[in-house]
């Protein structure tokens, strides 16, 4: 069985379905949910392969994900690491590389039809050739203006134009000076409202901020909602959070990297071997974590169940925002080039700054409190989701792993859950018509995310391990909105996949 493709439906999509609680106690009573389409996403990437080695990592995830998104662009750019004129020792640091793009994109083309054995919507080479370019190869603002348009910054022009009534997210993994080379020329062409109709669609996640472009874009355009981790990106894949690699390694770069070896570089195919090693700064002998933070821009929508791209304050596999714009999130990564005053003649900025999360590992019984816990919460997730998929592109059905399908009140979607709430109403959730494609037995969790949500402090959840669970809306503190996560998990021998389904609850 393959995964289920995601209906393109308009973002206002509603759909009701009456579902019944069973009375079984005092206070249950009939109510409804609605389900929330979530619309297939459209990304746009902005990365500076050849910078380092952690962008042409991702790429590699990237494109074994590229089934769950609509890709519009994949563009080499510039970034304080990577410009025209740096006269960098390492010859690849001193222009932007779009054949390090293409040099995937076919390695891609090579395991695709086995891929397709797997689950359906995989791109075709064509399409993401079609969608590859390079952006201004000079560093930030110094290569945009008037005349100075490439085919990268025309992919973005023709996506918020093209009458597609999607958002389109910029994954900001470099600099970000293609993208206001599009607003440039988009705002010279355009009449006032069509050029405010296509800044409606745009939206950005910018991966620390790799030039002064972002602080120009911000500050000319402040209705566009621009996202800026300057450190929660990094902890995707960093030295905190749960240990996903072999605990008895060395150190954990040394662990990622003997894990990727095993399940991504080695017998995983061509494009797996294009999976290059990471190398730490300035001391090559030693393994980095693997992949920085450029993955965390783009991977929460490939988890479509979980992650609601509309609501960062929401959290998923990208991290967790904050509720409001905050002056000058600086460019953390300038720091590393000298380039700091750059961004400050473009200042005040304001961007939406990165938000913390409390989180107790339900493995290890470990807190953890901070900036890097909106992502790492999730790093067995993905991390697992990721083995799974490279072995999909060599491995037929019967041999490889696949997703568990996570019902919700008898509903197989991956919509998200909407339901009001009164004060003393009992709720009960049914996930028993859950299954496995391969077979394997399911787990089940419920939790609440707090944070997501206005309440913060625990409610209970009775049954919260099987596929039931119910819980009663109390008195204030109460009030206010409840995010209600279920986890779907199968016991599979090789690599454990989860599925994942949000139930948005308003007490009044």
């Known amino acids: 069985m393959k995964r289920r493709l995601r209906l393109l439906l308009p973002l206002a999509a509603i759909f009701a379905a009456t579902v019944t609680f069973a009375a079984t106690s ?9 389900f929330v389409e979530i619309p297939r996403s459209r990304i746009v990437v902005l990365t500076d392969m050849g910078n380092e080695a952690d962008d042409s990592q991702t790429m590699v995830r990237l494109l074994v994900h590229a089934n769950q998104f609509d890709v ?13 004129g740096k006269n960098d020792s390492d010859l690849v640091r001193n222009d932007v590389q779009p054949t390090m793009i ?11 039809d086995n891929l397709l054995l797997h689950a359906d919507g995989w791109p075709t080479v064509e399409h993401l050739l079609s969608r590859t370019g390079s952006g201004p190869r000079e560093y930030g603002m110094l290569g945009v203006g008037d005349g100075r348009s490439t085919d990268g910054s025309e992919l973005i022009v023709r996506a918020l134009t093209n009458g597609d009534p999607r958002p389109l997210y910029l994954c900001i993994n470099a600099g970000a000076n293609c993208l206001a080379q599009a607003l440039w020329d988009l705002r010279a062409r355009l009449n006032a409202a069509a050029f405010d109709a296509a800044l409606a669609k745009l939206r950005i996640y910018d991966d620390a901020g790799q030039d002064d472009a972002g602080a120009w874009i911000a500050r000319s355009f402040p209705h566009v909602r621009y996202l800026r981790s300057q450190l929660q990106v990094f902890n995707l894949m960093n030295n905190d959070g749960p240990v996903t690699w072999n ?3 060395a150190y954990p770069g040394k662990g990622q990297h003997d894990w990727a070896r095993e399940h991504v570089q080695t017998n995983h195919g061509p494009l797996g071997a294009l999976y290059p090693r990471r190398e730490k700064w300035q001391q090559p002998e030693i393994d980095h974590t693997l992949e920085g933070g450029g993955t965390s821009t783009w991977l929460g929508h490939a988890n479509p169940g979980l992650y609601v791209p509309e609501e960062p304050t929401w959290g998923g596999w990208g991290g967790r925002f904050a509720t409001q714009k905050r002056l000058n999130v600086r460019a953390d990564q300038l720091k590393w080039a000298d380039l700091v005053a750059t961004e400050e003649k473009f200042m005040p900025f304001a961007m939406v700054p990165e938000a913390a999360d409390c989180w107790t590992d339900p493995q290890t019984g470990i807190h953890y409190h901070g900036i890097g816990v909106p992502i790492f919460r999730w790093r067995r997730a993905y991390q697992n989701e990721f083995q799974a998929r490279m072995d999909w592109c060599v491995q037929p059905y019967a041999q490889a792993n696949h997703p568990p399908v996570a019902a919700l009140n008898g509903d197989r979607s991956e919509r998200i859950a909407r339901v009001d709430a009164l004060p003393g109403q009992t709720l009960r959730f049914d996930a028993s018509a859950s299954s496995d494609p391969d077979g394997d037995t399911l787990t089940f969790r419920w939790y609440f995310y707090p944070e997501a ?17 119910r819980f009663t809306v109390t008195t204030p503190p109460h009030r206010g909105q409840l995010h209600l996560i279920l986890e779907v998990q199968d016991k599979n021998s090789g690599v454990p996949l989860t599925a994942y389904r949000r139930v948005v609850i308003d007490c009044d």
């Open 26 to 34: 005092a206070g249950e009573e009939t109510a409804t949910l609605r």
């Open 72 to 84: 519009e662009g994949l563009i080499a750019v510039s970034s304080c690491h990577q410009y025209a």
């Open 102 to 112: 293409t040099e995937r994109i076919h390695a891609y083309g090579r395991v695709r």
């Open 247 to 249: 605990p008895s390694a």
């Open 453 to 469: 949500g206005t309440h913060l402090g625990p409610l209970p959840i009775i049954e919260s391990n099987g596929p039931l669970a």
